[in-house]
T-cell receptor, first 107, second 116 residues
């Protein structure tokens, strides 16, 4: 079965520090991967997808097929980045979500 | 456009009571979904509907039923609520925002349900 693993429940950093939120997937084909973000008391929203190879709010994520990873990175964290982050993989017409990582950015 | 809307925002039930969570989207999307969000478990798919008139089980369908009333609306029903169903429930719809754009899943604001 297709799975998405986020090994860290909580990641705490200070403002200005680099951030890497880990995501590993298990899928034998060509995966379609996403990062979703949920700010406090708000709905989930798409942050970025690997197909677009874009940078959103300073975040980037590179698909590494050899390591089956799609880690989310930002060189300098900001306090407003504090949120819950979910990695997801598309399987047919469904999304499979990881368990999420809470990012706390301290001033 | 309102996007994906859900009602109610909060609900408290006693064990054994029934209720229906409502979801509607105004983006003309074919696919709609119901998830539950629990601490340490992420989002788990309860049911989904790939198109009007079709529904399929997700990862955790037991204790729930759904109805795709029309293209806009997708409701989730708890026939006999149990404390294990205390959770935050999210509805989502999936489609392309722009013609020829990439498919994206859009979420509602969530319903917080407490079953005593």
């Amino acid at each position: 079965a297709q799975r998405v693993t986020q090994p860290e429940k909580l990641l705490s950093v200070f403002k200005g520090a680099p951030v890497e939120l880990k995501c590993n997937y298990s899928y034998s084909g060509s995966p379609e991967l996403f990062w979703y973000v949920q700010y406090s008391r708000q709905r989930l929203q798409l942050l970025l997808r690997h197909i677009s190879r874009e940078s959103i709010k300073g975040f980037t994520a590179d698909l590494n097929k050899g390591e089956t990873s799609f880690h989310l990175k930002k060189p300098f964290a900001q306090e407003e980045d504090s949120a819950m982050y979910y990695c997801a993989s598309r399987h047919t017409d469904k999304l499979i979500f990881g368990t999420g990582t809470r990012l706390q950015v301290f001033p | 456009n309102a996007g994906v809307t859900q009602t109610p925002k909060f609900q408290v039930l006693k064990t054994g009571q029934s209720m229906t969570l409502q979801c509607a989207q105004d983006m003309n999307h074919n696919s709609m979904y119901w998830y539950r969000q629990d601490p340490g478990m992420g989002l788990r798919l309860i049911y989904y509907s790939a198109s009007e008139g079709t529904t399929d089980k997700g990862e955790v369908p037991n204790g729930y039923n759904v109805s795709r009333l029309n293209k806009r609306e997708f409701s989730l029903r708890l026939e006999s609520a149990a404390p294990s169903q205390t959770s935050v429930y999210f509805c989502a719809s999936s489609g392309t925002a722009l013609a020829g754009g990439q498919e994206t899943q859009y979420f509602g604001p969530g319903t917080r349900l407490l079953v005593l």
